[in-house]
């Protein structure tokens, strides 16, 4: 059975850093894909930032590129989401997700939630301006 945990998260101000983590089990190494989406109420899930857990496919969203750096141990099944330079319109809840697949298919829907079979509960991050 597959689980994803997320922790970490919380409020913080703008400007400000937070972290975010991810442990997983149940899923195998090859051809797996992980990472984060974001998502508000009333708005569809939006894809943050995915990395392959074996390669170096890495994808970030424009709205975060630069400011957010996604990183995985391997040896701890940990994805970790460093969060920099926080802005008021990353208030969201952050989920960590899963999919396995080929490379090429990951490559043109990594930002498609709808792609992504395994899911983990979410966790608030609130910046405030």
């Known amino acids: 059975q597959v689980r994803l945990v997320e922790s970490g998260g919380g409020s913080a101000q703008a400007g400000a850093s937070l972290r975010l983590s991810c442990v997983r089990s149940g899923l195998t190494y090859d051809r797996t894909y992980w990472g984060w989406f974001r998502q508000v109420p009333g708005k569809a899930r939006e894809g943050v930032a995915v990395?392959?857990?074996?390669?170096?496919?890495?994808y970030y969203s424009d709205s975060v590129e630069g400011r957010f750096t996604l990183s995985q141990d391997n040896a701890k099944l940990t994805l970790t989401l460093e969060m920099n330079d926080l802005k008021p319109e990353d208030t969201a809840t952050y989920y960590c997700?899963?999919?396995?697949?080929?490379?090429?298919?990951?490559?043109?829907?990594?930002?498609?939630?709808?792609?992504?079979?395994?899911w983990g509960l979410g966790t608030q991050v609130t910046v405030s301006s």
């Open positions: 997700a899963a999919r396995t697949g080929y490379w090429r298919e990951f490559a043109s829907s990594w930002a498609d939630s709808k792609q992504y079979k395994n």
């Open positions: 990395l392959a857990t074996g390669g170096t496919l890495k």
